[in-house]
């Protein structure tokens, strides 16, 4: 019996195979002056938000039918196996042509290997070979994990050390089995070997090497320079070596879903914002739904901006999704980029459906405004950032919708109606998720850390900023400077783009200092109570116009174990207090404790606005 399911199993990966193209082969297939797109996604930490990604997928990958699909992989593989699930469900149980991102740092041969031959089995033909993230753990002197033997460690970067050398093993191993792409930088890679200067002609001999090694493609970093790219892209096709003159170099695009983030991962990525965008940002940053749809304006000017430059290739564009939906949805559908319906299928107006909702369970037709934004219906897009108590750039942003989709939302594979029938199925989480967010979207994972691996900046500026400190003293110094709007300007929880305290911050900037310098707990995220102000209010503020905000009052801080177990927790426990407050707290050693059940669920911002549910914005949960 396990024979013939083997032999069963090979003949049908074998047929698969054979179905799918590498996506240079898609590429070189498409009509004269036609364009395409694809999609990026990355394996949520959960799985109700890996299940409801599929959901996800389903939809976008039928109503938008992007020329392939990209899977992210984990620093050093943290998420090997996620990742392999995920990118096997969209190759072979979607169809979808796959990429399967792999990195090399920190990443031991066995990994890579792996992870390569479960990518040919499931007939995935294409492969983004990265670099990844510096092994930071290395860089600070810190121990193995939990779990790794030193000699693990000593191997894992032995082969492999940059993308380069990826690529060289994938070409040993499989020929050309493999289509390869690997990332470029339109406004030049920076790190520490180009600490003041950012330069793309600086990555040019590297980028030249890995197309010689055998890479077949190009995707670039998010940018919003659209000067910046068509320079890059002119510079590569006339360059003197040949190597770039037909090599297919996809433009990388990043939706503005908030300001917060839009800054945040614009200055990790060291992506220059153009002043003329800012500047129309800049007067509505606290209404969302502004943002977002001066976002997908800007965007969608973008793609346009790129297709008006001549080109002998298909203009191609890749989506930084972030597992979200409408706002890619809505770029892609204004951009006139969704290819024509397929054959024997039936098609709907819109790729996103926000129509009214339709009474009796029947199917809504979607429409969309005059100005190409979805029309929004009765459930809710989401609101603002929650609020720092460090910066107002925290990087501890967090978003959360007033509810998911009910189950019945989900589309069926072969049904005949719209996809997208409930507008919640493809908003309900409309803003990526921070430290406090919900574990059933899809775009919930581990975008901040505590690891030193996702410090926001190298270890030379982080002993530049902090110094060295042994002593609790020290740090306690650090603190309370940074609270009282000195040097440092920046934490590990903060980007540095903010030079001072944000106003809201400001308003409890006492009760913090209190805590940081009177006890040495050391606060890094927080926010006062708030009851019913204005959602235009300068400080409290956000959403649309004619609302009102709400919130309860927390603060996360680190404190003594020994204050903990002596002091605060009996505080907590006492009465009248443990009616009022909820805790959860993690040691040093791994333990948890908290006075809520598991299935709890705490909302701490959330508004009120007219046309339109519940909104919530922050919320707390185990």
């Not at 297939?29 to 364009?35: D, F, I, K, N, V």
């Not at 890996?50 to 699909?69: A, C, E, I």
């Not at 791994?590 to 549910?613: N, P």
């Amino acid at each position: 019996m396990a024979g013939s399911l083997t032999d069963f199993r090979s003949a049908t990966l074998d047929a698969h195979t054979n179905d799918m193209e590498k996506i240079t082969d898609k590429i070189a297939a498409l009509p004269h002056g036609a364009s395409f797109f694809s999609l990026e996604f990355f394996p949520p930490k959960t799985q109700i938000g890996f299940s409801n990604l599929q959901d996800r997928l389903l939809r976008m990958s039928q109503t938008l039918r992007p020329l392939f699909v990209n899977v992210t992989w984990g620093a050093g593989g943290c998420t090997a196996s996620r990742s392999l699930e995920l990118a096997e469900i969209c190759q072979r149980q979607l169809g979808l042509t796959t990429c399967l991102h792999l990195t090399c740092t920190n990443m031991r041969r066995k990994v890579v290997d792996e992870a390569l031959e479960e990518a040919k089995m499931m007939g995935i033909r294409n492969i983004l070979a990265l670099r990844g993230d510096p092994p930071r753990e290395e860089e600070y002197q810190l121990d193995p994990e939990s779990g790794q033997e030193e000699e693990e460690v000593k191997e894992n970067n032995k082969e492999f050390v940059w993308a380069i050398d990826l690529v060289r093993y994938i070409r040993r191993k499989y020929g050309d089995y493999f289509c390869i792409g690997v990332a470029t930088y339109p406004e030049g890679h920076s790190d520490e070997s180009h600490p003041q200067q950012q330069n793309f002609e600086d990555d040019l001999p590297y980028l030249i090497e890995k197309i010689k090694a055998g890479a077949n493609f190009l995707v670039t970093q998010f940018f919003f320079d659209v000067y910046a790219y068509t320079m890059f892209e002119k510079a590569l096709r006339e360059h003197n070596s040949g190597v770039f003159r037909n090599i297919p170099i996809i433009p990388g695009l990043l939706p503005i879903q908030n300001y917060q983030i839009l800054k945040r991962t614009s200055k990790l990525a060291h992506c220059r914002i153009p002043p003329g965008l800012l500047e129309t940002l800049d007067p509505i940053k606290a209404d969302d739904e502004k943002v977002k749809a001066k976002g997908i304006d800007a965007l969608c000017d973008i793609v346009n901006e790129i297709q008006a430059c001549k080109s002998a290739q298909p203009r191609g564009y890749h989506f930084y999704t972030l597992n979200l939906e409408k706002v890619v949805g809505t770029v892609i559908e204004r951009s006139n980029l969704i290819p024509p319906e397929p054959p024997q299928t039936n098609g709907h107006d819109s790729a996103i459906d926000d129509s009214p909702e339709v009474p009796n369970g029947t199917n809504g037709v979607s429409h969309l405004t005059a100005n190409g934004i979805p029309r929004i219906r009765k459930s809710s897009n989401l609101p603002s950032s929650r609020r720092p108590s460090i910066s107002s750039n925290h990087l501890t942003i967090s978003h959360r919708a007033s509810s998911p989709p009910p189950n019945n939302a989900k589309p069926a594979a072969n049904s005949n109606q719209p996809i997208t029938t409930d507008s919640r199925s493809a908003t309900w989480d409309d803003y990526p998720n921070g430290r406090f967010g919900d574990a059933r979207s899809p775009a919930f994972g581990t975008p901040i850390s505590y690891s030193p691996s996702s410090l926001p900046c190298t270890p030379a500026q982080a002993r530049t900023l902090w110094g060295e400190p042994t002593m609790a003293s020290q740090m306690t110094t650090l603190f309370t400077s940074h609270l009282s709007n000195n040097n440092p300007s920046q934490l590990p929880w903060s980007d540095g783009s903010s030079p001072s305290l944000s106003p809201e911050t400001a308003l409890i900037q006492d009760h913090l200092l209190s805590l940081t310098k009177g006890r040495q707990w050391w606060t890094i995220a927080s926010q006062p109570a708030v009851d019913g102000v204005p959602s235009t209010d300068p400080t409290h503020g956000w959403g649309p116009a004619k609302g009102f905000v709400f919130q309860k009052p927390f603060v996360e801080f680190f404190c003594p174990v020994i204050d903990w177990t002596q002091n605060l927790k009996p505080y907590l426990h006492s009465s009248p207090v443990k009616e009022q407050i909820s805790y959860y707290c993690c040691t040093p050693s791994g333990s948890f404790e908290t006075s809520e059940s598991a299935e709890a669920v705490h909302a701490v911002t959330w508004g009120s606005f007219l046309g339109k549910e519940i909104t919530t914005a922050t919320m707390v949960e185990e």
